[in-house]
């Protein structure tokens, strides 16, 4: 079945630091690759997503490029902020299961001044 | 994009009791929502589809006689807790499929406590 593997936090940064979230998959088919953020006491929201293999998708700073030969989704930022801290969620969407995501288990990032 | 609201955002129920919990898309219309549930400091775990006009389709495990869906008309989904016990007790968030931008909008989520 479909899977989704992320780096377990918490991750601890200071400001202005490189922020690195690495998410794999396993997925049949090609399927769509999303990063959703979470900050406290709040629902989902979506940060970024790509369709295709090599396709990049960027928000508010933040990128991850599909990686179909590594089936990896890794989100990065350059210069964090003490607003970035919240959790994120990498998520797939395959064809093959309607439309239904799959979660990873989340990353929750602590930004400090 | 698309807005998607939740109602309320927190409860309090004595156990035995139920629980309606409202999922409503605001400025479109919604022929698939989902239902999470979210344990503290976990990922999402589906629930249930709720397709308008339908019955919801529930994940493994899911008790459908616990936790009823009713997804009446484009733009509003319900998930009643009935008889809710400690247990119960979660984050639960909805979420609305709009086609036109073929994503998932997500509700701010409802914390539902069970004393």
């Known amino acids: 079945g479909n899977s989704v593997t992320q780096m377990e936090g918490p991750v601890t940064l200071s400001e202005e630091a490189f922020l690195t979230i690495n998410c794999t998959y396993t997925a049949t088919g090609y399927p769509s690759l999303f990063w959703y953020v979470q900050y406290p006491g709040e629902g989902l929201q979506l940060l970024l997503k790509?369709?295709?293999?090599?396709d990049k998708g960027s928000n508010k700073g933040f990128e991850a490029t599909y990686r179909k030969e590594t089936t990896s989704f890794h989100l990065e930022k350059g210069s964090v902020q003490v607003s970035d801290s919240a959790v994120y969620f990498c998520?797939?969407?395959?064809?093959?299961?309607?439309?239904?995501?799959?979660f990873g288990g989340g990353t929750r990032v602590l930004v400090k001044p | 994009g698309a807005v998607v609201s939740q109602h309320p955002s927190w409860v309090i129920c004595k156990s035995g009791t139920s629980v309606k919990i409202e999922c409503r898309s605001l400025d479109f219309q919604a022929t698939t929502m989902f239902w999470y549930r979210q344990f503290p400091k976990q990922s999402l775990m589906l629930m249930a589809t709720?397709?308008?006009?339908?019955?919801?389709?529930?994940e493994q495990g899911v008790e459908k006689d616990k936790f009823l869906i009713n997804h009446a008309s484009l733009t509003l989904s319900t998930l009643t807790v009935t008889s809710a016990h400690p247990e119960d007790s979660s984050f639960y968030i909805c979420s609305s499929l709009a086609g036109v931008y073929n994503e998932q909008f997500f509700g701010p989520g409802t914390r539902l406590t069970v004393l």
């Open positions: 790509a369709t295709k293999a090599d």
């Open positions: 998520a797939l969407r395959a064809q093959a299961a309607g439309n239904k995501l799959t």
């Open positions: 709720s397709n308008e006009g339908s019955k919801a389709t529930y």
